[in-house]
C-alpha cells in the first residue's frame, strides 16, 4: 500500500471521528446509517468499457474507505445504474439518486453528451456531480466537479512535439460533437503558434467504422502527423485499417483517447506501436505509489486495465471523500466550499489539485509513445492546468454560473 494514500486515509478517519455529533447527523441525506454516493454508469451497450472500469474503481475506493472508518463515522454505500450507453436513461437516473435513494454524490457519464443531460437535473436536485472523462472543457457550474483531461492540458503538448519532431503538416480526425469538433480548433490554434498547420478535418458520428475513403483523403493530403479524437469501439478500427493501408510509420499517428480502456493491449503489437498519446495517468506508470495500488486493485479481484478514465474517477472519489472530511459535514454547501479551499490529494499518480475559480484540476502529464504492449514516456509537464477558460469562468467571484463556454480559440 502506497504510504502516502495510508497517512491520507488514516488522517481522513481521525478527523472525521472527531467531528461534530451534530454534523454527523443534522445535514445527511442518506438511507438508514450509511452515506449513499451515486455511480451512474454505462455498464452494457457500446460504451461499456469505459463504464465496467469506472464502476469497479468506485467500488474499490468505497471500500478502502469503509475500512478506515468510513467518513464522518458512517459507511458508504454505492446505489448504481446502468444507463446502457442510452443517454436519456442519464436524466431518469439522475432523478432517481436524488430523490429516491437520497444520495448525496454522483459519479459518472462518459460522452459529452450523456453528461449535458444528468447535469442540471443534479444541480436542481443540489446533489454535487462528479464528471471525470476527458471532455471538450469550457463546464462552469459550481455544482459540478471535473477530473478529466481537456485539450487544453492534452494538445499544448502533442501539437508542438509533432511540429518539432515530425513536420509541420497536421491531419486532424475526431468524434463528431464538442469534443471532437472543439478539440480540432484548438489543434487549428496551436499548430499556427508553433508554425504549424491544419491541412484536413473530418469528424465522424461515433458508429462510424470504415474509414478507407479517409485514408485515401490522408493519402493525398500527405500530412506529417495525424492527431485523433476518436471516441468508442466503433472508431477504433481505423488503426486497424490504417496499418493495413500501408501508412504506418510514414505518418505519425496521435491520439487524445487511444489506451483509455487499453486498447494497447487489446491489438496486436503491429498496430499499435508507435501511436503517441499525452494523458495525466496509465496504468504502466513507472511509480511506487502506482504499483501499490495496481496490487492493491488486483488483489480485490479487479482485472480491467486502469487508464485515465478509470484513474480518474478514483481521484474524484477521494476528493470528495477529502472535502467532506474538511468540512466535517455532508452538507453541498459545506462540501463545495471544502473543495474551493485549495484542496488537494496525494494520488497514485501524484499530487492532484482542484481550482476553486474552474472546478477543474492540476496534475502530470505525460506524453508517451505505445512501443510492445506498454508506454515509453517521453515527456513529463508538471502541475498542468486547463487554460480553456481562463477569463471566462471564476466560481469563487460568481457561483451563480451555470453554462458551457467555448474556450476563445
Known amino acids: 500500500m502506497n504510504p502516502n ?23 445527511a441525506r442518506a438511507q438508514g446509517n450509511d452515506i449513499v454516493i451515486g455511480s451512474i454508469q454505462d ?12 464502476s469497479n474503481v468506485l467500488k474499490f475506493g468505497v471500500a478502502q474507505i469503509n475500512a478506515a472508518g468510513g ?23 439522475g432523478q432517481q439518486l436524488a430523490l429516491r435513494d437520497k ?13 449535458e443531460v444528468v447535469r442540471p437535473v443534479l444541480r436542481r436536485a443540489n446533489v454535487p456531480y462528479f464528471y471525470n472523462m476527458p471532455y471538450e472543457g469550457g463546464v462552469c457550474d459550481r455544482n459540478t466537479v471535473l477530473t478529466g483531461v481537456t485539450p487544453s492540458h492534452a494538445l499544448r503538448t502533442i501539437v508542438p512535439h509533432l511540429i518539432k519532431h515530425h513536420g509541420k503538416k497536421l491531419y486532424v480526425l475526431g468524434a463528431d460533437y464538442n469534443f471532437g469538433q472543439l478539440s480540432a480548433k484548438w489543434i487549428r490554434r496551436l499548430a499556427a503558434e508553433h508554425g504549424g498547420e491544419v491541412v484536413g478535418v473530418e469528424l465522424f458520428p461515433m458508429d462510424a467504422a470504415n474509414f478507407n475513403a479517409t485514408i485515401a483523403k490522408i493519402q493525398a493530403a500527405a500530412p506529417h502527423a495525424i492527431i485523433n479524437s476518436f471516441v468508442g469501439p466503433a472508431h477504433g478500427s481505423f488503426y486497424g485499417q490504417w496499418a493495413a493501408s500501408g501508412m504506418k510509420g510514414k505518418v505519425a499517428l496521435a491520439s487524445q483517447t487511444f489506451g483509455d480502456v487499453g486498447e494497447h493491449l487489446l491489438m496486436p503489437k503491429e498496430i499499435t506501436n508507435g501511436v503517441i498519446v499525452c494523458t495525466n495517468y496509465f496504468e504502466e506508470l513507472d511509480l511506487p505509489s502506482n ?47 471544502a473543495l474551493e479551499s485549495g484542496l488537494s490529494v496525494d494520488a497514485p499518480h501524484g499530487k492532484v489539485s482542484l481550482d476553486a475559480a474552474t472546478h477543474h484540476c492540476s496534475y502530470d502529464m505525460y506524453l508517451a509513445e505505445v512501443r510492445d504492449g506498454g508506454y515509453r514516456v517521453l515527456e513529463k509537464a508538471s502541475a498542468v492546468t486547463a487554460i480553456d477558460m481562463v477569463g471566462q469562468c471564476d466560481l469563487v467571484k460568481n457561483p451563480a454560473t451555470n453554462q458551457q463556454f467555448e474556450p476563445r480559440i
Open 5 to 27: 494514500r495510508r497517512s491520507f486515509t488514516g488522517s481522513m478517519a481521525c478527523g472525521l471521528l472527531a467531528a461534530p455529533l451534530a454534523s454527523l447527523t443534522s445535514l
Open 43 to 54: 455498464m452494457s451497450g457500446p460504451l461499456q468499457p469505459f463504464g465496467r472500469g469506472k
Open 71 to 93: 467518513l464522518l463515522g458512517r459507511k458508504l454505500r454505492i446505489v448504481e445504474y446502468d444507463t446502457q450507453s442510452n443517454n436519456q436513461l442519464y436524466a431518469q437516473f
Open 103 to 115: 444520495a448525496v454524490v454522483a459519479f459518472g457519464g462518459v460522452t459529452s453528451a450523456a453528461r
Open 291 to 337: 504499483k501499490a495500488f495496481i496490487k492493491a486493485y488486483r488483489d480485490a479481484g479487479n482485472k480491467d486495465y486502469v487508464s485515465n478514465t478509470t484513474m480518474n474517477e478514483y481521484v474524484a472519489l477521494r476528493l470528495w471523500a477529502a472535502a467532506v472530511a474538511k468540512a466535517g459535514s455532508l452538507d453541498r454547501n459545506a462540501v463545495l466550499k
